[in-house]
C-alpha cells in the first residue's frame, strides 16, 4: 500500500467518520508492505501483510471466479470500465472488485485515476495509484467520496449496497446482475452479465428571499 493511499481508508464499523491512525513495521520506498491500521473512534485494528490492507474483519473475502487476463484483454477491461463509470476525471478515485480489479493498473493509467483493488487475484500488484485491500461486506471508505464502484458476482448484496453509499453523488456504480440494484441509484443500462446504475445527485432546496417594503 503506497502510503499517499492511506488517507483514503476508513473503519468500517458503523461511528462517525475519522481518520485511521498509522503504525508501520516495514517501509519501502514509501510502500507500506507490513503495518497495522487503527481506529481512535473504536479501536479497530486493520493489519497490512505484504501489502495488502486487510478490512475483512476475519470474514472469508469474496473471490471472483474469473480466470487470469492478457494483457490486451485487461486493457480491454480497463476501457470498459472507464466507460461505464464515466472515469473523466484525474485524480478521481475509483474502486475496483473481484474481475474489474485486473485491469486496475490499465485504467489508473488511461484516466490518471487512483484505484482501490478489492479482493484482487494474485497477479495484481500495488503501485503509487494502486492500493490493495481485502474486504467482507464493506469498504472502508467514506461517505460520498468516491468517483465510481464496479463489483463483480463475487461480492455479496450488502457489499453492493455499500457501493453506493461511498459513491459520490452522480457518480456510478457497476454490479453483477446477479443482484438486484439497491433502490437508491438509477439503473442506466444492464445486459445479462452486469447493470451500470447512477447516485442521484444532491438537490438543493432554493427559496426566494423576503423583500422588507
Known sequence: MFIEMID?????????????????????????????????VCSAEYEIRNGVADFSLG???????????????????????????????????????GMW???????????????????????????ERVGLVRVGHKIPLAEGKVWGVALDAGFSSEAVSAATRVVRPGGRVVGPASIPAPGRVAVLARDENHWVAEKPAETISLSRSKVSK
Open 8 to 40: 483514503l481508508l476508513r473503519c468500517v464499523n458503523d461511528h462517525q467518520d475519522s481518520w485511521l491512525v498509522a503504525s508501520f513495521r516495514n517501509v519501502t520506498n514509501r510502500f507500506i508492505v507490513e503495518g497495522t491500521l487503527g481506529c481512535p
Open 101 to 127: 480489479a485486473q485491469a486496475a493498473h490499465e485504467l489508473s493509467m488511461m484516466t490518471d485515476s487512483r484505484i482501490l483493488a478489492l479482493n484482487p487475484s494474485g497477479d495484481v500488484e500495488q503501485s
Open 59 to 97: 470474514a472469508a473475502p469474496m473471490r471472483s471466479q474469473s480466470r487470469a487476463l492478457s494483457a490486451s484483454a485487461r486493457e480491454e477491461l480497463a476501457t470498459r470500465a472507464g466507460a461505464f463509470l464515466n472515469a473523466t476525471e484525474p485524480g478521481a478515485t475509483i474502486v475496483l472488485g
